[in-house]
């Protein structure tokens, strides 16, 4: 969950108030009108173990009661989105499931030169839907 400094009154500060293996209960205040300037959006990011049929359940009880239900099976097909109410009225965004071999990596390399130069090396990563990543360079000294 996102920490961010507003809005002021403690009582509308997110709070994380139940953490066990089987779920996760929050409070968060969201609103565009007492943001401050900072984003009026918060995000909890999961790490979840299951099968594919193993199903996330959203329970909100603010602006309206309502339960999202959908499997990690479902999850990993899209994202979805799911309103507290009608059009234009809260919502929440269910971004698609990832799975651990698609977030994680392995790699080594052994440099092998006789140089009496500096050298850098960066990793650069493309990801299976073109987009990238890369490292800060890593600076070699020269060999004495």
């Not at 609103?31 to 099968?51: H, K």
């Not at 919502?91 to 140089?115: A, C, D, L, T």
Request: aromatic share 12%; charged share 25%.
């Amino acid at each position: 969950m996102r920490n961010q400094t507003g809005p002021y009154e403690e009582d509308k500060r997110n709070k994380i108030t139940g953490v066990n293996e089987r779920s996760c209960q929050f409070i968060s205040y969201t609103s565009r009108d007492e943001a401050f300037g900072e984003r009026a959006t918060n995000s909890v990011i999961l790490e979840l173990q299951g099968s594919p049929e193993t199903e996330l359940e959203i329970s909100v009880s603010l602006p309206t009661e309502t339960t999202y239900r959908k499997s990690l099976k479902e999850l990993a097909a899209s994202n979805d989105i799911f309103f507290t109410g009608g059009m234009g009225s809260g919502s929440v965004m269910i971004h698609r499931v990832v799975f651990s071999e698609n977030y994680s990596s392995e790699f080594s390399y052994r440099e092998q030169r006789n140089s009496d130069t500096t050298d850098w090396y960066y990793v650069r990563v493309i990801q299976a839907n073109g987009s990238m990543a890369w490292s800060s360079p890593v600076w070699l000294n020269a060999k004495k």
